[in-house]
């Protein structure tokens, strides 16, 4: 997020019962570098008090991060991630219908009044990247399948483990006048194995407001996660 980093985790509510929690930095949002800890690492943390915004249910304000030393499989965390909050549509995301862009793209936004929660997952069914030229770097978006088949036009991909993958393999292309021969490659051969996977999900937040008062939805976590042995398809 930014010049940081969003954490979200699951708490065990009982035997096969999760749910989502986002531990905050004693200031703003984002926790920022060095930040010890990856995707899968088992930590600790205790609350304090702060004040809560619709829909960003899950957070909770702590004065740091303590590992406990454990950390989980890719397999063992999209099984709790699959027992947590997951839907079986897109209305049931975020308990409101998404709605279409009114900038004329094809991303989709919900008010932050009317949605539950700002964190979901969801099966995957299919997935199209597309892949954005910026000053001196890139954005990601996708197109994606979910739930029952249906469709979210343009999400822009904000997973660090996948944009990390993406910044290798467009290095290795040639830097970012090669987008094209990347965007290739993740949409066939990446795609084919990505989508060979019996741990295909992802899970879809909503940032904060902006200054329209819209949260855009974004992909937060894409498994399975990109392994470093894709590279050798090139």
Request: proline share 6%.
């Amino acid at each position: 997020m930014g010049q940081g980093y969003c954490v979200i985790g699951l708490e065990c509510l009982g035997l096969d019962r999760f749910r989502s929690v986002r531990p905050m930095p004693p200031f703003g949002y984002a926790w920022r570098d060095p930040f010890p800890h990856k995707r899968g690492d088992c930590i600790r943390f205790t609350s304090a008090r702060g004040t809560i915004s619709a829909p960003h249910v899950e957070d909770q304000h702590c004065l740091g991060l303590e590992s406990t030393g454990r950390s989980l499989k890719e397999t063992e965390l999209v099984d709790a991630l699959t027992k947590a909050e997951v839907a079986l549509d897109v209305d049931g995301l975020f308990g409101c219908e998404p709605r279409a862009s009114t900038r004329g793209g094809k991303a989709v936004w919900v008010m932050p009044a009317g949605a539950c929660r700002s964190i979901c997952g969801c099966v995957l069914h299919n997935i199209w990247f597309r892949i954005f030229a910026e000053p001196n770097n890139f954005s990601l978006r996708a197109r994606l399948s979910v739930g029952r088949n249906e469709r979210l036009e343009s999400v822009p991909v904000v997973d660090r483990d996948w944009r990390q993958f993406l910044a290798r393999l467009i290095e290795r292309k040639g830097g970012l006048p090669h987008l094209d021969e990347a965007e290739h490659l993740l949409n066939h051969a990446i795609r084919r194995k990505l989508l060979s996977s019996s741990q295909r999900f992802v899970r879809i937040g909503l940032p904060r407001p902006g200054g329209d008062g819209q949260c855009w939805l974004m992909l937060d976590s894409l498994f399975p996660q990109p392994s470093e042995s894709w590279l050798e398809l090139l």
